[in-house]
């Protein structure tokens, strides 16, 4: 599969403004292969660019579906939020080749996947060059200051993770570079997860270890819950 360098990172928030960000770098050739050079399995075609920003105005557009997104899990979860980075192939038509959440302390999977949906179904200022990529990402808080929950690591479910381990194993089959995201309700009890894959051709793995770890039983947080956030 060809797989096109990113050439744009848009670092303001959905609604901030800010100044254009630099063009981009002209499209070069592929650099010849070197015999001392491993294979990386990557190939690169050509190279695209986006204009930053009619990227950012497509987003503006969008603000309100994605907003509702956040908004449902909000309406299940009062302290749901993280920072949501999102990366988007873009073809030549302007249509989402593919796009997956790239990195995310949300936590919910149902909010995230609503999210993806809402920008798989968007249509992209046109890449000049070639198809291109983008990565936008997104600052979700919830309004007023609520009571947030106590931030764990990973140690205080190491014994959970140890028991599902194999129920672990069958979902990521051999891969890695996923994180996960729970929240843990007073009692135990799995109030939300959220996981992330390491590419758009691995999501199936990402949503089976979200769905897994929402059937967990994990030690009392206290009353006021707590979250945790995993790396596979």
Same mark, same amino acid.
């Given at each position: ?88 192939? *873009?073809?030549?038509? =302007? $249509? ?8 995310? +302390?949300?936590?919910?999977? #149902? @909010? ?77 009890? *799995?109030?939300?997860? =959220? $996981? ?8 199936? +793995?990402?949503?089976?270890? #979200? @769905? ?21």
């Amino acid at each position: 599969m060809t797989r096109i360098l990113p050439l744009l990172l848009l670092t303001t928030s959905l609604f901030a403004c800010g100044e254009a960000p630099p063009p981009p770098p002209p499209p070069r050739p592929p650099a010849p292969m070197e015999s001392n050079r491993p294979d990386d399995g990557v190939m690169v075609d050509t190279m695209g660019s986006l204009d930053g920003q009619a990227v950012r105005r497509t987003f503006q557009n969008i603000a309100p579906r994605l907003m509702g997104c956040y908004e449902a899990g909000l309406a299940r979860l009062r302290y749901l939020a993280g920072d949501v980075q999102f990366h988007i192939g *873009v073809a030549l038509d =302007g $249509a989402v080749k593919w796009a997956f959440i790239e990195s995310t +302390q949300l936590g919910d999977h #149902a @909010a995230q996947q609503c999210m993806l949906e809402v920008i798989r179904g968007t249509t992209f200022p046109r890449p000049t060059g070639g198809e291109s990529e983008t990565v936008v990402p997104l600052a979700l808080d919830p309004p007023g200051d609520p009571a947030w929950p106590a931030t764990w690591t990973p140690n205080n479910v190491a014994t959970a993770v140890a028991e599902h381990q194999m129920e672990l194993d069958a979902c990521l089959d051999g891969s890695s570079g996923y994180s996960l995201t729970i929240y843990v309700a007073s009692g135990g009890t *799995v109030q939300s997860t =959220g $996981a992330t894959p390491p590419d758009a051709d691995h999501q199936d +793995q990402a949503d089976c270890i #979200a @769905a897994a770890a929402a059937t967990w039983l994990l030690e009392d947080p206290g009353p006021g819950g707590a979250k945790v956030t995993l790396e596979f």
